[in-house]
């Protein structure tokens, strides 16, 4: 008798782990394996869940009533890797197991168990899936229809050119369906389905037609290149996942290095995950990938439709995609014999996943090399402090420094623009002097300019003169943030937007100022730059790229192809223009604001604004033309900006990591982040004080030493969609096993109703 460990498809922890189920040996449905998702009873119900593991009955079986399985209701989604995989989410990041399983599962594939209205279960069925087209072919019998049948004669000429779509035949001729019945009943022509892959991106085009640069043959490599390569195919070699840190600075050329990593992992069977950042998986990424692998190529992101997703998903399982190139998680993709996860960009903190399992990329990819013998390759020119603190202190991991372009230009020259001296001195533009001249200089000269701001929006807030009045969102502990396009305060958090009041709401005053600048300002006040400084006629395309501009499909592709074909343009954007850009006639690189981030209330606000400032200045001067960035900010002595001006790494980290262990914070210890949120402030403050106790409780018994639990308190954002949020941080030593230690604690706890908690291990901040 086989048996069956199922993890049952509800997301609770109530429900956490596996349960056994006797698998029949005529069980309807697909063939039963690891990773199908199957009907079984569960109480009075029906549920769909996901076998985990399959074995022989033995004598500690004999005594259970068992049930059995009912139908498996779909072909494998993950193999016994990937089910202890999830068991790993689970352990690590103190999440349910039902949870982690459907990480490993294509969005919206898996069918659900519904019951009617009679209680009566049925099974519904995914809502995506496969697609099909009708294809139009010539028959085996020649026909030359009537001189008066126009629509056949049409359908037939045609058909002599090649098989069409019967869609595309109704686009042309309208409505053939007759004629293509006629054409089909004379053995003229034959009507067939063919599956249609929905790609979500466009088509790959030859490089000559492309508006990004595309090398299709490998490239020669420089001496620090060579050297990385080797050190990735060492670890590839070694086959037990060991980690190389390349290190590298903006246009040293790694994805050049990645590209011949993966080659040679392809022609020995293997195949290979790319995993970028979000915001930088542009067509420049995609294009440069499939102009040197073609079709073997597949891409994963979240601005794919589910089913774009689903048939990626589904060429990747039946092996016709080798290459899989994507956003996080691209991580769970169906590869067989994978042997390579590369992940570039790795300081991004887009990497951990804020919902549950709120697992980190960097550290499930170490995991999964180590358990199918593979390399990780982690690239960045601003490694992640815990990168660097991983490289230097374990003998698995291995750092390559590249300090130079591939092209030998220099690193451009960064200076650093005081606005307080410009405001003492009775400046009040957005611009100083030195940036608005360097603009102007650069576009008369046929050439393109960058330009960031860490915000969107308009302005930050409104602010009234007479009484102080700052319009808040009545759902989150927010400021509104203004729009100017419609007149707007939008919250950034839960969406609330009312429309901007004409007087203060407060005390009536008409007196309401806009304080601080978001990319729509910036817009406005550049495009009046441009006129006055080059003539209302100037031909300089202003292109905004921020989270507004962006939010319709397909529309980051149209805005980078755009300043991609224009002779002289600014691109104007948020930290999503910062990094994954290659444009080698970007010759000014502008940062309206440089301190945005430098004084957020969180451990990492000096390290992001540090890399922010070195990734931004790294889209200049990648060219043959040289390059020069140019940084505003009212904190000119910050360590985190001088350092990253001069590119002294070195100097910031000197600065930084004495901090970093005083105060206990990342790489020198281990966190958690234990969060209560709810409608009653007071059940989420008792909620988190009680598990503050057991977690003290627990460390005291367990004779814990070098832990500290922090007292609860209300998280930084103190309400967000009406929620009230509070918080215990648990911290211990490096390699303290904080998982364990809250595991039963968190499976145990029974919080008032309405009140939620979540365990965020190795959180990206504490806000």
């Known amino acids: 008798m086989r048996l069956a460990d199922i993890v049952i498809d509800i997301p609770t922890k109530s429900l956490d782990g596996t349960y056994t189920y006797v698998l029949p040996a005529d069980v309807p449905g697909h063939?039963?394996?690891?990773?199908?998702?199957?009907?079984?009873?569960?109480?009075?119900?029906?549920?769909?869940?996901?076998?985990?593991?399959?074995?022989?009955?033995?004598?500690?079986d004999a005594d259970k009533k068992l049930k059995g399985v009912i139908e498996v209701v779909s072909k494998s989604f993950f193999d016994e890797l990937g089910a202890e995989c999830a068991r790993f989410l689970a352990e690590r990041y103190v999440a349910p197991l039902s949870v982690c399983v459907r990480l490993f599962t294509p969005p919206g594939a898996v069918p659900k168990v519904v019951q009617g209205a009679l209680g009566a279960w049925r099974i519904e069925s995914p809502s995506v899936g496969e697609v099909d087209d009708r294809w139009v072919t010539l028959g085996d019998i020649p026909f030359q229809p009537k001189s008066n049948a126009v629509k056949q004669i049409a359908v037939m000429d045609t058909l002599r050119r090649g098989d069409i779509k019967i869609s595309e035949l109704n686009s042309t001729y309208g409505n053939v369906s007759a004629a293509v019945a006629a054409l089909e009943k004379k053995g003229a022509l034959r009507v067939e389905r063919r599956r249609r892959v929905r790609t979500g991106m466009p088509a790959a085009m030859p490089a000559s037609e492309s508006?990004?640069?595309?090398?299709?043959?490998?490239?020669?490599?420089?001496?620090?290149?060579?050297?990385?390569?080797?050190?990735?195919?060492?670890?590839?070699?070694?086959?037990?996942?060991?980690?190389?840190?390349?290190?590298?600075v903006t246009g040293s050329g790694k994805t050049e290095v990645y590209l011949q990593a993966i080659a040679r992992a392809l022609a020995e069977g293997k195949s290979a995950i790319?995993?970028?950042?979000?915001?930088?998986?542009?067509?420049?990424?995609?294009?440069?990938?499939?102009?040197?692998?073609?079709?073997?190529?597949?891409?994963?992101?979240?601005?794919?439709?589910?089913?774009?997703?689903?048939?990626?998903?589904?060429?990747?399982?039946?092996?016709?995609?080798?290459?899989?190139i994507g956003a996080r998680s691209a991580l769970f993709a169906p590869l067989q014999n994978l042997g390579l996860i590369i992940i570039d960009e790795e300081h991004e903190t887009s990497y951990k996943q804020e919902s549950a399992p709120r697992y980190v990329a960097r550290d499930v990819a170490e995991w999964m090399m180590r358990r199918r013998g593979g390399a990780l390759v982690l690239g960045s020119a601003t490694p992640s402090i815990e990168a660097l603190y991983q490289a230097h202190t374990r003998p698995s991991w291995h750092v390559v420094s590249m300090p130079e372009r591939a092209n030998g230009r220099p690193l451009p020259q960064v200076e650093v623009i005081d606005m307080a001296d410009e405001f003492r001195s009775g400046a009040r533009e957005m611009f100083s002097a030195r940036l608005r001249r360097a603009l102007i200089g650069e576009l008369e000269a046929g050439h393109k300019a960058v330009l960031l701001l860490n915000q969107r929006g308009f302005a930050r807030f409104l602010l009234c003169r007479d009484c102080g009045f700052v319009p808040k969102c009545t759902s989150?502990?927010?400021?509104?943030?203004?729009?100017?396009?419609?007149n707007r305060l939008i919250c950034h958090h839960c969406g609330y937007s009312v429309a901007a009041p004409p007087v203060c709401p407060s005390c009536?005053?008409?007196?309401?100022?806009?304080?601080?600048?978001?990319?729509?300002?910036?817009?406005?006040?550049?495009?009046?730059?441009?006129?006055?400084?080059?003539?209302?006629?100037?031909?300089?395309?202003?292109?905004?790229?921020?989270?507004?501009?962006?939010?319709a499909k397909g529309a980051h592709r149209r805005l980078l192809e755009q300043f991609a074909s224009e002779a002289r343009a600014v691109l104007l954007g948020t930290q999503m223009i910062a990094k994954g850009l290659d444009f080698d006639?970007?010759?000014?690189?502008?940062?309206?604001?440089?301190?945005?981030?430098?004084?957020?209330?969180?451990?990492?606000?000096a390290e992001r604004t540090f890399d922010l400032?070195?990734?931004?200045?790294?889209?200049?001067?990648?060219?043959?033309l040289p390059g020069r960035v140019m940084v505003q900010t009212y904190e000119a002595d910050s360590v985190a900006i001088r350092a990253a001006a001069l590119y002294d790494r070195d100097m910031f980290l000197r600065s930084e990591l004495p901090k970093r262990r005083v105060l206990k914070y990342p790489p020198y210890v281990?966190?958690?982040?234990?969060?209560?949120?709810?409608?009653?402030?007071?059940?989420?403050?008792?909620?988190?004080?009680?598990?503050?106790e057991q977690i003290c409780a627990r460390v005291r018994e367990s004779d814990l030493i070098d832990w500290e639990v922090l007292p609860a308190s209300p998280c930084v954002f103190e309400r967000i969609r009406n929620d009230f949020r509070w918080h215990v941080i648990v911290k211990c030593q490096h390699d303290g096993d904080v998982s364990a230690v809250l595991h039963d604690i968190y499976r145990g706890a029974k919080p008032a109703k309405g009140v939620n908690v979540a365990i965020d291990v190795d959180p990206i901040d504490l806000l």
């Not at 690189?589 to 606000?605: C, E, K, S, Y």
């Open 508 to 551: 009536a005053s008409p007196y309401l100022k806009k304080f601080g600048v978001g990319t729509q300002r910036v817009e406005d006040e550049l495009r009046a730059l441009l006129a006055a400084e080059l003539g209302e006629d100037a031909s300089v395309p202003v292109i905004r790229m921020d989270a507004d501009t962006t939010a």
């Open 274 to 324: 790319v995993l970028v950042p979000e915001i930088s998986l542009t067509p420049q990424t995609v294009a440069r990938f499939r102009g040197r692998f073609g079709d073997a190529i597949a891409v994963l992101h979240s601005r794919m439709s589910a089913g774009e997703r689903y048939d990626q998903w589904d060429l990747i399982r039946a092996g016709e995609a080798r290459v899989v």
């Open 211 to 248: 508006v990004y640069r595309v090398d299709e043959l490998p490239l020669d490599l420089t001496c620090g290149q060579e050297q990385a390569l080797s050190a990735i195919h060492a670890a590839y070699d070694a086959a037990c996942g060991e980690v190389v840190l390349v290190d590298g």
């Open 670 to 692: 281990r966190m958690a982040n234990v969060l209560t949120w709810g409608k009653d402030e007071h059940a989420v403050r008792a909620c988190a004080t009680l598990l503050r």
């Open 613 to 624: 400032i070195e990734q931004v200045a790294g889209r200049a001067g990648r060219g043959e």
């Open 585 to 605: 006639d970007v010759t000014l690189v502008g940062v309206i604001n440089a301190d945005t981030q430098l004084h957020m209330p969180d451990f990492r606000a």
């Open 476 to 486: 989150c502990s927010t400021t509104l943030t203004y729009h100017d396009r419609g």
């Open 31 to 60: 063939e039963p394996h690891v990773g199908s998702a199957v009907v079984v009873p569960f109480g009075p119900r029906r549920v769909i869940g996901f076998i985990v593991g399959v074995r022989e009955a033995d004598a500690t």
